[in-house]
Nanobody, 122 residues
Framework: QVQLVESGGGLVQAGGSLRLSCAASGSIFSINGMGWYRQAPAKKQRELVAVITSGGNANYADSVKGRFTISRDNAKNTVYLQMNSLEPEDTGVYYC???????????????WGQGTQVTVSS
């Protein structure tokens, strides 16, 4: 089994910053992509925020480019999301995911964390 645990959410004023962390643990052989998604209060679906490959290549949603930075520590199986210049529209539950291989021969599976609340007040 693999578990992803997020931390770092909270309440912040517009223009402020937060740093989210997501640590993967359990039966891990390797992790390919890791990412962050969010679900806004009025929306039913999660939307992509940022993803990063094991080699460090990152992609971002247009709405967060220049404000958010995704990074990862492969030795710690952890992905981070540094969020600056936060806006009320960034409010939501933030979920991390990771594509994990539990053995050398397995195809891999996408695991999700439980989510962490980010609230940005105006």
């Amino acid at each position: 089994q693999v578990q992803l645990v997020e931390s770092g959410g909270g309440l912040v004023q517009a223009g402020g910053s937060l740093r989210l962390s997501c640590a993967a643990s359990g039966s891990i052989f390797s992790i390919n992509g890791m990412g962050w998604y969010r679900q806004a209060p009025a929306k039913k679906q999660r939307e992509l925020v940022a993803v990063i490959t094991s080699g460090g290549n990152a992609n971002y949603a247009d709405s967060v480019k220049g404000r958010f930075t995704i990074s990862r520590d492969n030795a710690k199986n952890t992905v981070y999301l540094q969020m600056n210049s936060l806006e009320p529209e960034d409010t939501g539950v933030y979920y991390c995911n990771a594509h994990v291989k539990t053995t050398q021969l397995s195809y891999g599976y996408l695991y999700w964390g439980q989510g962490t609340q980010v609230t940005v007040s105006s």
